[in-house]
């Protein structure tokens, strides 16, 4: 017997790494379910070093600016930057705010409160498998960020939201071209309201919009529409490039999102959970 | 000891890599299987056991890494690392060019496993990004072959 577990020890252990990946596998399907306490660990030691490294880089990068730039300007060129990227971000969620709340009261309560419930967060990863899925963000658990949040991009673009796993300074997050997101979006102008799906290849589908819909047209803005109850309806998502009438139910709208992954270093991050907002 | 230190080295180096190439032009992704290549490596310069837990380990860290179900990629890559390890003491892979031929082979099988397991769990077709992933394996034989050679000629000289 121990003869024979000697000799075999090559395959059996490739057998049980096979079994032990199916389980992990198996548990977590259906897709979608909790991020198991592997994976949270394995993510918890693994993305520091991708944020190590963007802020290494990122602080040899400012010592250089520093020295060959005037200190102040420099400084007040930031805050600037700095401002306008709140302001846009409180613009975005304002619009929608203002068509809400009619009582001027309301409002400047509203304004004061959305001011501290964004968090400004940088990417320091791209998912390994594919780019156009998740991205890893500078902000985790410690800045309190939670399951769910919604994330723009620098101009108040849908850029996804939070999901597992969080560690204490790093988060992941849903792109809305990954094939597994969700969003619920309606037409601006016409307020035809439907699902949009990411295709995992950088592009989104609008969908369960029936054929028989005449209202919508190519070059169209999507927006949010709060009826997922996690994306805070008016957010901005895309424009319709093609609208195809296959034969079937639906019609096959195609929206290209606003935000570019190739540009997304910035983000701002909701930290407010949707249970608030709604 | 030293190997340990070597893998977890090897690790850190790619994931820093993986970091870079996506803040420069994120479709490079598609381009490298990096984590692959040290799982080819260590799996021929030690056996296939090291090969099959190397591949479990390194594709549960790309799996933590991505969205989608965890262990998708630690299977393809557990048996890549075996077959590397059990190939590697059958056959001679130690020239450049049969380096390449072997990661190439090696690299192809894995990405065929993981997208039959994708398709599998997701009961829908991987993401080609435009095709830049169907060259993936030989875009990473390319580099493996080269910084194999490479480390070999070093450990020469060094000895």
Sequence with gaps: MTLFLKEKKGPLILIALILFQ??????????????????????????????????????????WKNYIDLRRVRSQNQKMKEEIFFL???????????????????????????????????????????????????????????????VLDEKGNLVGRVIGPISLKEAKVQLITDNESGVGVFSKSKSVSGLLNGDGNGMCFFNYVLATNQDLLEGEEVITSGKDGIFPSGIRVGKIVSIVKDGTLFKKIKVEPYFDVRHLNRVAVIIREPTEIF | MRDYIKIALSIVIVIVLYTSLGKVFPPLIYLFNFFSLIVIYFAIQKEEIWGACLGAACG????????????????????????????????????AFRSFVFILILVSIEFILWALLYSFVFSEKISVGKGTIFLQPLSTALIGSVTFSMLRATKKSQS
């Excluded at chain 1, 259906?30 to 394995?42: C, L, M």
């Design chain 2, 60 to 95: 549960l860290i790309q799996d933590s890494l991505s969205v989608g179900v965890f262990g998708v990629s630690g299977l393809a890559k557990t048996i890549t690392g075996y077959l590397a390890g059990y190939l590697s003491k059958k056959i001679d892979v130690l020239s």
């Design chain 1, 22 to 63: 199916f389980l992990l596998i198996s548990i977590q399907l259906p897709s979608g379910s909790e991020r198991n306490y592997f994976e949270k660990a394995i993510f918890s030691i693994f993305s520091p070093i991708q944020h190590g490294f963007i802020s290494f880089f990122n602080s040899i990068g400012d010592l």
């Design chain 1, 88 to 150: 846009r971000q409180e613009n975005i969620l304002l619009q929608n705010v203002l068509q809400k709340l009619k009582r001027e009261k309301e409002i400047q309560n509203s304004l004061s409160e959305l001011q501290e419930n964004i968090l400004v967060a940088e990417t320091i990863g791209l998912d390994l498998s594919n780019f156009l899925k998740s991205t890893i963000i500078n902000k985790g658990s410690m800045h309190g960020i939670k399951k769910d949040m919604v």
